[in-house]
C-alpha cells in the first residue's frame, strides 16, 4: 500500500520563476494538505483541497495556488518565485472523518537561486 | 488551536523508556492531542493520539493528565532509529479546523 508520493524530489529554481509540485495520497484519502517547512522550523499549513475545492488556507499570499484533481491527487503552483520561498514542501493526505490523522509524503526540497 | 509547550532537546540512552513530556494548559474539550515525528530529511510521521483516556499502539503510549493540560508521549524501548524531532499538536476536532500547528519539538537524541 503506498504512502503519500510526492515528485519531484528536489528541485532548483531561479527568483521570479514559476514553480508546479505535485503530489499523490495515500490510498483510500481523499483529502490533500500543504505545508512549508523551512530549514530549522515546523511544518506551517499553506492550504487544504477536498472535492477538487479549497477548504481552508493558512497565512500566505496568492502566489500560492493549488488545484485538486478527481483522481485526489493535487498541485501546489507558486509564482514569481522569492528567495524565501526555499523550503521543503510536504503534502499530506487524510480520510475526510474529523480525526483522522494526516500521513505526510517526504517532500520536495525548493531551492530558489 | 491551543499552545504547546515542550522542551527544546532531550537524550535517551538506547533499550530505556523515551518519555517526552508536553505542556497544553489551554487546551478545550473538544482538542486532541497528537504526536508526530520527523526524522531527518524525511516527513512528519503519525505517532498516535487521544482526548482524554491513556492511548497505545505499536510505536508508543499517551498519557493524558486528568485536567488534560499535559501529557507524555513514552517510547518504551529506545532504539537509534528513534531519533527525531518530536511534535506534540493539539487539534480541534470541530468541523473547520482541518490544519495542523507545529511548533519547533522536542530533538530527541538516542544515545548508544
Known amino acids: 500500500d503506498a504512502g503519500v508520493t510526492q515528485s519531484p524530489t528536489h528541485l532548483i529554481k531561479t527568483r521570479g520563476q514559476q514553480v508546479t509540485l505535485r503530489c499523490s495520497p495515500k490510498s483510500g484519502h481523499d483529502t490533500v494538505s500543504w505545508y512549508q517547512q523551512a530549514l530549522g522550523q515546523g511544518p506551517q499549513f499553506i492550504f487544504q483541497y477536498y472535492e477538487e475545492e479549497e477548504r481552508q488556507r493558512g497565512n500566505f499570499p496568492d502566489r500560492f495556488s493549488g488545484h485538486q484533481f478527481p483522481n485526489y491527487s493535487s498541485e501546489l503552483n507558486v509564482n514569481a518565485l522569492l528567495l524565501g520561498d526555499s523550503a521543503l514542501y510536504l503534502c499530506a493526505s487524510s480520510s475526510p472523518t474529523s480525526n483522522s490523522p494526516l500521513h505526510f509524503g517526504n517532500g520536495t526540497r525548493l531551492t530558489v537561486t | 488551536d491551543a499552545k504547546t509547550t515542550q522542551p527544546t532537546s532531550m537524550d535517551c540512552a538506547e533499550g530505556r523508556a523515551a518519555n517526552l513530556p508536553c505542556n497544553h494548559s489551554t487546551i478545550s474539550g473538544n482538542e486532541y492531542v497528537y504526536w508526530y515525528r520527523q526524522i531527518h530529511s524525511q516527513g512528519p510521521q503519525y505517532i498516535i493520539h487521544?482526548?482524554?483516556n491513556n492511548e497505545t499502539n505499536e510505536m508508543a503510549s499517551l498519557i493524558i493528565t486528568e485536567d488534560r493540560k499535559s501529557s507524555t508521549l513514552i517510547l518504551p524501548h529506545a532504539t537509534l532509529r528513534d531519533t527525531a524531532v518530536y511534535y506534540c499538536?493539539?487539534?480541534?476536532?470541530?468541523?473547520?479546523?482541518?490544519?495542523?500547528?507545529f511548533g519547533k519539538g522536542t530533538k530527541l537524541s538516542v544515545i548508544p
Open positions: 499538536i493539539v487539534r480541534s476536532s470541530g468541523a473547520g479546523s482541518y490544519q495542523l500547528t
Open positions: 487521544g482526548l482524554k
